[in-house]
């Protein structure tokens, strides 16, 4: 999956109205209507948006959530997946949960994307072993 957060860019929805034609399993950071306006696979909430969960459920959107806590996990059981955050040290985030949170998170939920730090293979491989269904990151990639 691939999620555009770029929610400052004059050109969101050129972008978008693009990449929906390439990319199938396309998802905008906070935003349902655009979401739902380009026909996009989903949408990735943030943990102030969890209320909008159901909606966008109900508009057929495919819903990640991003949590950073026991009780916004539990307020996001409804997603299709959950971001929880920050796992490792990230830049300008709070302090990283660590593993054995990831770890409990995972034993709560089953669809859990790690987040926040993961910019090394050890690292991914690290997650792996806590059995989260995977992991996003920006810095890994580019």
Do not use: W
Request: with cysteine.
């Amino acid at each position: 999956m691939v999620c555009i957060r770029d929610k400052e860019n004059p050109k969101l929805k050129k972008i978008l109205k693009r990449a929906a034609k390439t990319h199938h399993h396309l998802l905008v950071n906070s935003d349902i209507r655009l979401a739902r306006r380009f026909g996009l696979f989903g949408v990735h909430l943030t943990s102030k948006q969890l209320h909008l969960i159901k909606r966008a459920k109900r508009m057929g959107l495919f819903v990640v959530a991003s949590t950073h806590s026991p009780k916004e996990l539990k307020r996001a059981a409804k997603a299709d997946m959950v971001t929880y955050s920050p796992i490792f040290k990230s830049p300008g985030k709070p302090a990283p949960k660590g593993l054995g949170a990831l770890r409990g998170a995972v034993k709560k939920q089953k669809n859990i994307i790690a987040l926040g730090g993961i910019v090394k293979k050890r690292q991914i491989n690290r997650v792996k072993i806590k059995r989260a269904a995977g992991f996003a990151s920006i810095r890994y990639f580019v």
